[in-house]
């Protein structure tokens, strides 16, 4: 075997001062960095194999160890940067596909960064939330053209039939991530915190465990190229019913699930036999066209007896904007949106880097282009691929989102550090792994209360800055772009977004 | 009466139950110190199960008809009357370990090291919650009352 030419990626670096030998890192490790030598009473790090997801940093009793990136310096080059040199030792050595988990980490413009949020003074007055109402209920679905409502006998009636709303208490949503890519554990928490919190969260393409259907007015099921654990029962017991078209962090290619993932309670979940790979197709070979898309809404909506929204979720590309407005007009309830720096399991590394648009312009130019058509009201927009924060939130709502997805931000409140490595199976939070050794470090008791104080913090952070708007509801924000100014972004980049330069009145 | 109670299908087996009840019966009560200059004499009072996936952490139950009372030849082991606890005194016990003997659990160890007495969960005589509890990374281990 020849020589590896790839250097550690991190250093730990443990001080013998403050080590005790207690090995829980050496328990706590599933890539083996650490190993106790009981003829010394030491323990020592083999680096090589550290991902950098700091459990054993977090989980020292004595604050003995420290993982800092490996300081190795290539020669200084700009453009034969370390991580394309690694990267193509790797795959020098492999042959394959570089593989990468979670979402684009490659220095794109982010475009929340350079948005800058209005508040009120003098001419108009702020709010205050903690004394006054205010309102983040968000009901996901299509909305009537008009509303028609007659009176009788002194009683008001709404004559017009309204179409099948989700109601959020807030304009926040679990993105999909399937039973087989993340653990149960981490499945039980989402869907417990979306219920303690009155939102949703999605099954992605993984079926729905049994034992999760007491969840279902929580739940939105999602319908994939694979169809995995599609049958009667998961669409009647879900909110919502969401046809996945594509993912942000690899729109254009399918989903592979090895088959060490799919185990007996993924494979009856998923309806596969244990033990093999489960592929979603890269298309669904259903769908060629917006009208073949129609035909799966409709047979859905069939299906469920018209009671429920359907939405599609496809990734941002380039023209996102006639795209969304096809599936507008294919029937669908809401379109999920997924930018460029969306999260996944596994993707490819070019791919994940180098494909797509980030969500900002995408979801600006979709509203833009529905309101031109005049049919904005027919479908609910979702927002989804690195909401990060509250101020995220608030920024995307402006630029014409209903509500967001957050995948990358709920794992990390579940623990996920952002190592990448969700694709080996290896996860030491217990998150993106079926080894039973793994999966109960994630506690769903502790998970889902933790997420559900992400989803409390950001509605009380997202109440202060409509407060401070002057703005009572979040309807009231829907599109509004006054509230929003750029700086730093050219005259295009301004006119993509359909905002003001900072310092514009 | 509050006793601890492991809930094995979160335990991680990190151990570090084992690694604060120690610290926790230290002089010094200060991690580094008691593992770098008292360890040899210490040990945790509770026994750590492993098997497969498997593990939890088996502390004294406190039982309610507690067999090393009854065992127990020179009265050292006794019920503590103010919190219901199984207590061992350490200055009586003369390490005859028929206690370990009837102890249904196995949640008696000898202390060959130190004391040279039974060592048993005394649920951190004083403090509110116990150390194992109230360092348990993903809380399987709780304390809480529950009915028998």
């Known amino acids: 075997m020849s020589l590896s030419l790839l250097p550690p990626e991190f250093k730990i670096v443990r001080d013998d001062a403050r080590c005790i030998a207690c090995q829980v ?122 509303v028609e ?112 993932k799919v185990s007996a309670d993924v494979s009856r979940t998923r309806m596969i036999p244990e033990g093999t790979d489960a592929l979603s197709p890269a298309p669904h070979h259903d769908i060629y066209s917006i009208e073949d898309l129609r035909q799966l809404i409709y047979a859905l909506k069939e299906a469920t007896d018209y009671e429920k929204p359907v939405g599609v979720k496809v990734a941002a590309v380039h023209n996102i904007a006639p ?108 998150i993106a792994t079926q080894d039973p050794y793994l999966t109960k470090r994630l506690n769903p008791n502790i998970g889902s209360r933790r997420l559900a104080n992400l989803v409390r913090a950001w509605s009380l952070e997202i109440k202060e800055m409509l407060g401070g708007m002057g703005v009572n509801a979040i309807e009231s924000l829907r599109g509004n772009r006054d509230h929003l100014r750029g700086v730093g972004l050219n005259e295009v980049e301004l006119r993509s977004l359909g905002i003001k330069a900072a310092g514009e009145a | 009466m509050k006793r601890i109670y492991v809930n094995e299908e979160y335990c991680i087996a990190c151990r570090l139950c084992e690694v604060h009840c120690l610290v926790q019966h230290s002089q010094s009560k200060k991690i580094i110190k008691a593992y770098k200059e008292e360890a040899p004499q210490l040990m945790p009072r509770l026994v750590f199960e492993e098997e497969g996936p498997l593990s939890f952490a088996m502390p004294c139950r406190h039982c309610a008809d507690a067999p090393c009372l009854d065992a127990c030849i ?44 039974a060592s048993k969960c005394d649920l951190c005589y004083g403090e509110e919650i116990p150390a194992c509890v109230a360092h348990c990374p993903n809380e399987a281990l709780v304390f809480e009352e529950r009915e028998q």
């Open chain 1, 25 to 146: 890192c050496v328990r706590q490790c599933a890539n083996d960095v650490h190993a106790y030598d009981p003829e010394d009473d030491w323990v020592y790090s083999d680096y090589s194999r550290c991902v950098g997801c700091h459990r054993c940093v977090t989980l020292c009793p004595t604050n003995a160890i420290t993982c800092v990136q490996n300081p190795l310096d290539f020669r200084a080059n700009a453009n034969w940067t370390h991580a394309m040199i690694t990267g193509l030792h790797k795959q020098a050595e492999t042959g394959g596909i570089l593989l990468s988990g979670m979402g684009c980490d490659q220095p794109q413009r982010i475009y929340f960064d350079h948005l800058l949020l209005n508040a009120s003074q003098v001419t108009n007055p702020s709010i205050d939330p903690l004394r006054e109402p205010m309102e983040l209920r968000t009901h996901i679905g299509r909305k009537p053209d008009r």
């Open chain 1, 323 to 430: 795209i969304a407005s096809g599936i507008a007009r294919a029937g669908a309830d809401y379109i999920a949106i997924d930018g460029l720096r969306g999260g996944t399991g596994a993707a490819p590394t070019v791919i994940r880097n180098n494909v797509g648009i980030p969500i900002e312009l995408a979801i600006s130019a979709v509203d833009q282009r529905l309101r031109q058509e005049g049919i904005r009201n027919q479908v609910s927009l979702i927002a989804a691929g690195s909401i990060r924060n509250s101020g995220d939130v608030v920024k995307i709502i402006a630029l014409g989102a209903d509500a967001v997805y957050i995948g990358t931000g709920a794992l990390v409140a579940l623990g996920c550090h952002l190592c990448q490595k969700c694709y080996t199976g290896k996860c030491n939070w217990g």
């Open chain 2, 74 to 117: 020179t009265g050292a082991m006794h019920r503590d009357e103010e919190t219901e606890a199984v207590l061992c005194d350490e200055d009586r016990c003369v390490g005859c370990w028929m206690c370990v003997m009837a102890c249904p659990f196995g949640a008696i160890q000898r202390n060959l090291k130190g004391t040279k007495a």
């Open chain 1, 149 to 260: 409502i007659s009176c009788k006998d002194g009683k008001v009636k709404l004559d017009t039939k309204l179409a099948p709303q989700l109601e959020l208490a807030t304009p926040i949503m679990f993105s999909a991530m399937s039973y087989g890519s993340i653990s149960y554990n981490a499945c039980v928490s989402l869907a417990r915190a979306a219920k303690q919190a009155g939102i949703v969260y999605n099954t992605g393409e993984g079926g729905l465990h049994p034992t999760l259907y007491e969840y279902g007015p929580w739940t939105i099921a999602q319908v994939a190229s694979g169809r995995f654990g599609v049958h009667p029962e998961y669409l009647d017991v879900a909110a919502a019913l969401e046809i996945k078209i594509g993912q942000g962090a690899k729109p254009g290619i399918g989903g592979h699930l090895p088959g060490e």
